[in-house]
């Protein structure tokens, strides 16, 4: 646009040009004029002044007058109407402020962070944190914010507005030190904003005359100098629900009462101390840790225990803390620690036992372990210096028992001596088994009961071996289980002393033996049960059976036969028959006799007991013969048996069989060899 436009459209021409003008001036006003103008009419210039003195330069209703500004209308400042602090915090990363009025919309997380600008004298920085979080503001470069060292921030809590002055070069002053960096506060009084809900400093709540900690944390209450008097009303109490520390020494003239722990390097009382006590505490019933009664308080008696090993439980050891525990109850009191904890040197989880009418202390001396006052040993210390001690000492049990050691009734007072064994030895009680070891010396009698053959009233070595009473009148011998000799009146009895071990070998079925004697003469006595003579052909004609094995082979060496002696009843199937039975030395050989004869047979088959008659086969009747001597004689023939002669004895049998004699020839009763061993 021409600047002559502009002159007629402001009545410009009309009112400061004169008509006549010399066509140069005309053009010196005209570059005059495009020399203050911009195309789009803008005041260029470097100073304007006012043009009547005193009266300033009034520009579009805003008054500028020897240095200073009026407006007619609020002054607007350029916004930052919506700012995100930089997420996480820094100096580096923070939002840059870049008008006079900042508002932070968005600071989600604490010391999320922004940036001033370079600090010039003069520039002002208004700062709003609409925020949920308290933001970290920065000083740009090495400028500073208050008192704060330049690495670090100022804090502006949510809904809290800050200005920021720079009064001298790269230093900003806030219009108050923000929370976190505030050193001092200088005010006599500091009421509540809201009724009764009081006024609370880091933490700590003022309210109505009282102080409560409402956080958590390290809370210290510091007296640097002088007394510390804490003014309670009558009857009105001190309540701490948190850790107390007292570093110094400290004097409390009242009761001091807990619901915890306390622990204390060293305290001096002028009166009794009153711990937690409970009583009336039901144990668990059937026991076990898992579901067992907690001890709350220091000492704890247990007044019902209905059936041994009902349990209660330990608090969680604390070091230093001590718990007594009273057994009141029935029977035995099973004492658990908490969980994965100990007591004294049992594995974790495992109980102590208390038995009835007891007292047991525990003392933690960690934070995992107890230790009982109920040690595994009592030592007991000689009167005089270092000459020895007496322990009694408890052992593990398999059965989870309590052994009680205690005293009749006595009339007396009396003295129990633990004599010298010479060696670590056993006491000798009065029920159940017992070893006793060494030369013993009693000075009267003793009395044992009666006994039986498996059970001798003086065992010796094996538990069925030894003396017993046999009958009133009588004292017997058994070894293994077996009587083996009888004491009477009048000595031992002739048959009543059996061998230990048999001299010979028996056969393998059907009989038994019990040799009697001195060891030298012996008197065999066999019992035969359904014993095999010899199997039957099943045809009719005479035989000889031929037995399976010997009844008994002698012993090597040589011995005397004196007589023999049988009572038999035998047993065939099929018509009876009447067998000629004896004893020899040799086997029947089978051949075709009706009987033993000594002529036709062989003097062998019967020379030990010669062969008579047993009838019959069916009625089974029982048929003695003898005594006996062998064949030839005393001292003669097998009667004088050498070391080379025969050792088998048999029992052999010889008739005339029917058909139907079919099977084995069996043989039930007794057989009886006197005989000497040389």
């Given amino acids: 646009m021409a600047v002559i436009d502009l002159i007629n459209r402001t009545n410009f021409l009309p009112t400061k040009i004169p008509i006549k003008v010399p066509a140069e001036k005309v053009n010196e006003v005209l570059q005059r004029l495009n020399s203050i103008t911009a195309d789009d009419g803008t005041l260029i210039a470097d100073t304007i002044a006012e043009s009547t003195s005193g009266t300033g330069v009034t520009i579009d209703g805003v008054l500028i007058k020897d240095g200073t500004v009026t407006t007619t209308a609020p002054l607007i400042t350029s916004v930052a109407p919506a700012i995100t602090a930089h997420a996480g915090g820094t100096k580096a990363a923070a939002y840059v402020l870049t008008e006079e009025l900042n508002v932070i919309t968005v600071c989600a997380t604490a010391l999320d962070s922004v940036l001033l600008p370079a600090a010039v004298v003069g520039l002002k920085i208004t700062l709003v944190n609409l925020g949920?979080?308290?933001?970290?503001?920065?000083?740009?470069?090495?400028?500073?914010?208050?008192?704060?060292?330049?690495?670090?921030?100022?804090?502006?809590?949510?809904e809290d507005v800050v200005?920021?002055?720079?009064?001298?070069?790269?230093?900003?002053?806030?219009?108050?030190?923000?929370?976190?960096?505030?050193?001092?506060?200088?005010?006599?009084?500091?009421?509540?904003?809201?009724?009764?809900?009081?006024?609370?400093?880091?933490?700590?709540?003022?309210?109505?005359?009282?102080?409560?900690?409402?956080?958590?944390?390290?809370?210290?209450?510091?007296i640097t100098n002088g007394t510390a008097i804490i003014d309670v009303a009558a009857a009105s109490n001190v309540n701490i629900d948190a850790n107390l520390a007292v570093s110094g020494a400290s004097t409390i003239n009242q009761d001091v009462s807990t619901g915890g722990s306390p622990a204390f390097v060293k305290t001096t009382t002028s009166a009794l101390n009153t711990r937690g006590n409970t009583t009336g505490i039901t144990a668990f019933a059937t026991g076990g840790q898992a579901s067992a009664v907690a001890l709350t308080t220091d000492f704890n008696n247990v007044t019902v225990c209905a059936t041994a090993h009902d349990s209660v439980k330990l608090p969680t050891a604390v070091a230093g803390l001590s718990v007594t525990v009273k057994n009141s109850g029935a029977t035995l009191l099973d004492i658990f620690p908490a969980d994965a904890d100990s007591i004294d040197a049992l594995a974790i989880n495992l109980a102590v036992s208390l038995n009835s009418g007891s007292t047991i202390t525990f003392n933690a001396i960690s934070g995992v372990v107890w230790e009982s006052s109920m040690d595994d040993a009592i030592t007991i210390n000689s009167p005089t210096t270092a000459t020895g001690q007496l322990v009694v000492k408890a052992a593990a049990s398999a059965g989870n028992t309590v052994t009680t050691i205690t005293n009749a009734s006595q009339a007396a007072a009396r003295t129990y001596t633990v004599?010298?064994?010479?060696?670590?030895?056993?006491?000798?009680?009065?029920?159940?088994?017992?070893?006793?070891?060494?030369?013993?010396t009693f000075g009267s009698g003793i009395v044992l009961?009666?006994?039986?053959?498996?059970?001798?009233?003086?065992?010796?070595?094996?538990?069925?071996?030894?003396?017993?009473?046999?009958?009133?009148?009588?004292?017997?011998?058994?070894?293994?289980?077996?009587?083996?000799?009888?004491?009477?009146?009048?000595?031992?009895?002739?048959?009543?002393?059996?061998?230990?071990?048999?001299?010979?070998?028996?056969?393998?079925?059907?009989?038994?033996?019990?040799?009697?004697?001195?060891?030298?003469?012996?008197?065999?006595?066999?019992?035969?049960?359904?014993?095999?003579?010899?199997?039957?052909?099943?045809?009719?004609?005479?035989?000889?059976?031929?037995?399976?094995?010997?009844?008994?082979?002698?012993p090597a060496g040589g011995h005397i036969l004196a007589a023999s002696r049988t009572s038999l009843g035998l047993t065939a199937t099929g018509t009876a028959v009447t067998p000629d039975v004896g004893l020899g030395s040799v086997v029947g050989d089978g051949s075709a006799f009706a009987t033993l004869n000594l002529a036709t047979v062989g003097i062998t088959v019967?020379?030990?007991?010669?062969?008579?008659?047993?009838?019959?086969?069916?009625?089974?009747?029982?048929?003695?013969?003898?005594?006996?001597?062998?064949?030839?004689?005393?001292?003669?023939?097998?009667?004088?048996?050498?070391?080379?002669?025969?050792?088998?004895?048999?029992?052999?049998?010889?008739?005339?069989?029917?058909?139907?004699?079919?099977?084995?020839?069996?043989?039930t009763g007794t057989i009886t060899v006197k005989w000497t061993i040389m």
């Fill in 606 to 667: 019967e020379d030990i007991l010669t062969g008579y008659a047993i009838a019959d086969t069916v009625t089974h009747a029982a048929v003695a013969s003898g005594p006996i001597t062998p064949t030839a004689g005393a001292l003669a023939g097998i009667a004088l048996n050498k070391a080379t002669d025969s050792k088998n004895l048999f029992l052999n049998a010889a008739a005339t069989w029917n058909a139907d004699n079919t099977g084995n020839l069996t043989a």
């Fill in 419 to 440: 004599p010298d064994a010479g060696a670590a030895a056993n006491f000798v009680l009065s029920e159940g088994a017992a070893t006793i070891n060494g030369i013993k």
């Fill in 163 to 222: 200005t920021f002055y720079c009064y001298t070069t790269a230093k900003w002053q806030s219009d108050f030190e923000s929370d976190g960096v505030y050193d001092k506060v200088y005010t006599d009084t500091i009421s509540e904003n809201t009724a009764t809900a009081g006024v609370t400093i880091d933490g700590v709540k003022l309210k109505d005359g009282g102080a409560t900690v409402i956080t958590g944390g390290a809370n210290t209450f510091n």
């Fill in 449 to 554: 009961p009666v006994g039986a053959v498996g059970t001798p009233s003086v065992q010796i070595g094996a538990v069925d071996t030894g003396l017993y009473l046999v009958s009133a009148v009588q004292t017997g011998f058994a070894q293994d289980g077996v009587l083996v000799s009888v004491y009477d009146s009048e000595g031992i009895k002739p048959d009543s002393c059996q061998f230990r071990t048999a001299p010979g070998t028996l056969a393998s079925a059907g009989v038994t033996v019990r040799h009697y004697g001195d060891g030298r003469d012996v008197t065999s006595v066999f019992t035969l049960t359904n014993y095999i003579i010899g199997p039957l052909a099943g045809a009719a004609a005479a035989k000889v059976l031929v037995p399976p094995e010997a009844l008994y082979i002698f």
């Fill in 132 to 158: 949920v979080a308290t933001c970290a503001v920065y000083a740009a470069g090495t400028n500073t914010i208050d008192d704060i060292i330049t690495t670090n921030p100022a804090i502006v809590q949510p």
